[in-house]
Nanobody, 115 residues
């Protein structure tokens, strides 16, 4: 199993970023995929999740109406479009899923939002 995130970077408050996660080593279309984030000194927190076929999504309240999760099963990819970014969104963002034998994570991508 491999999950590779990309798309992070430094952006000003109010800006946008689009994160990507490309998966391999498992049947991507069978699993819900999620984005989590971890800020310095804080625990990893749930951000968004999308069901296997992409018809259902859920978000943590703090990102609702700003972030959008999507997936392309043909490309084994999941995305996180982040708009109206705030300094509090600064964190390492991870994509992940719960498989048959446990939780799997990528290496993460850093998102830094300057005020």
């Amino acid at each position: 199993v491999q999950l590779v995130e990309s798309g992070g970077g430094l952006v000003q408050s109010g800006g946008s970023l689009r994160l990507s996660c490309v998966a391999s080593g498992f049947t991507f279309s069978r699993f819900a995929m999620a984005w989590y984030r971890q800020a310095p000194g804080k625990e990893r927190e749930f951000v968004a999740i999308i069901n296997p076929v992409g018809g259902s999504t859920n978000y943590v309240d703090s990102v609702k109406d700003r972030f959008t999760i999507s997936r392309d099963n043909a490309k084994n990819a999941v995305y996180l479009q982040m708009n109206s970014l705030k300094p509090d969104d600064t964190a390492v963002y991870y994509c992940g899923f719960t498989g048959l034998y446990g939780n799997y994570w990528g290496q993460g991508t850093q998102v830094t939002v300057s005020s």
